[in-house]
């Protein structure tokens, strides 16, 4: 019995070592991404699952022109910039056919982008140094803490600047909730800054 135990032990400790490495592995792994010119959406995310393993869940409609994106040959992109490139062409198409691509923690989904983004499906970030680890067309969710400047005033002044689908609430704490694309986020973040 002591000798099973040992080696479940030991297959439980490997078994965290390597889930702990992946994460590492998989943020700096970069993708061939050359030619897509006149793909069907469906060979894209038939891609996209391929490359990364997450599965791709359409949620709003049938997208149906094509993507057309062709990259230097030797030039290989990291998920963010995929993920930015892909929504550049989903957000390129006819005003009421726009989507969006979010970056869920185990999936990706696509949503319509004239539409309130379901805050479930956006990924939960510890703050504005998590921004290097997302491209800017990426949906993701936050809390801010404010220290000399007032939550409740502050959701009121940055709702403005920030996208037409975001969440902005203050907290208690003197803490700001906010969801919008990261290049959203990141002006909100600047002006804060340049207002305290």
Known sequence: IAALLAVLTALALSTGVART?????????TYPFISMNGKPWSAVWKWLTDETGKEVINTGG????TF??????????????????????LLANSPTAKFCL????????????????????VPHIEGPDDFKNHGDTEYVKMELPLTSLNAEDMAL??????????DLVALPGNELYMMDNVRN???AVQTLKKIE
């Open 21 to 29: 490495a992946d994460p590492e592995k998989r943020e700096d792994k």
């Open 62 to 65: 049938p997208v149906s022109s």
């Open 68 to 89: 057309s994106f062709t990259g230097p040959e030797k030039k290989s992109y990291t998920l963010p910039d995929v993920i930015d490139l892909i929504n550049t062409g």
């Open 102 to 121: 979010i970056n869920g923690d185990h999936q990706f989904f696509i949503v319509a982008a004239d539409q309130q983004i379901d805050p479930a499906i």
């Open 157 to 166: 002044r940055l709702g403005p600047i920030m996208g037409p689908f975001h």
């Open 185 to 187: 986020l990141k002006h």
